[in-house]
Structures are given as structure tokens and as C-alpha cells.
């Protein structure tokens, strides 16, 4: 019922910015939790920053105040700023919709985001 593809990714040197974006399509409602994660080689998945239908915003510690999340009706950007090399990444839009009782998370495929000089 949902689908995300994201865009946006490529490469940047540091210091850098890049915005990358995630176009949401089917049943999507306005209190759906938005966000952006993100994994590493060898890392395990991150949570970057979200958004909250309230327009209420969360950001990993390494995000703050670098990165910005925002939405558009159907679409979350995510603009990145100062980008450093440990941001390279596969960048992840996640729909999480909550339920009684239940919480389900959409996914799309994910944008390649490298950092190097």
C-alpha cells in the first residue's frame, strides 16, 4: 500500500552539502512518522532523523545541526550540510504507521551518499 523511492544521492566532498529526497505514494496519512536512516559498510542500521505528523523533528546525535529534515505533503527531504567522510552511507527513507496496538514500518530501497575528497 506504500511505496517510498528515494533520490538525490551521490558524491560530495567534505564540507560539502547534498539534499536527498523521498517520494511517498499510495495510502499515505498525515500522522505517518517519516524518517531517514542510514547504513554503513559494516555498521548497523541508523536512524538519522524523522519527522512526526505534528511536524515534530528527532536527529541523531551526529546530525545535529548539520542535517534537516523536513516534509511536503508526500515527499521528506532530507537536506545535509558539512558533510563529513563517516556520513557516506546507503540512505534509507522509512514510513512508520502507527496502529492499535501495532507499528509498521515501509522502506524504500535506499541512495548511495559518499563523502570524499
Known amino acids: 500500500q506504500v511505496q517510498l523511492v528515494e533520490s538525490g544521492g551521490g558524491s560530495v566532498q567534505p564540507g560539502g552539502s547534498l539534499r536527498v529526497s523521498c517520494a511517498a505514494s499510495?495510502?499515505?496519512?498525515?500522522?505517518?512518522?517519516m524518517g531517514w536512516y542510514r547504513q554503513a559498510p559494516g555498521q548497523e542500521r541508523e536512524l538519522v532523523a524523522q519527522?512526526?505528523?505534528?511536524?515534530s523533528t528527532y536527529y541523531a546525535d551526529s546530525a545535529k545541526g548539520r542535517f534537516t529534515i523536513s516534509r511536503d505533503k508526500n515527499t521528506v527531504y532530507l537536506q545535509m550540510n558539512s558533510l563529513k567522510p563517516e556520513d557516506t552511507a546507503v540512505y534509507c527513507c522509512?514510513?512508520?504507521?502507527?496502529?492499535?496496538?501495532?507499528?509498521?514500518?515501509?522502506w524504500g530501497l535506499g541512495t548511495q551518499v559518499t563523502v570524499s575528497s
Open positions: 519527522i512526526a505528523g505534528s511536524g
Open positions: 522509512n514510513l512508520r504507521r502507527h496502529g492499535l496496538g501495532a507499528t509498521r514500518d515501509y
Open positions: 499510495g495510502i499515505i496519512l498525515s500522522i505517518d512518522d
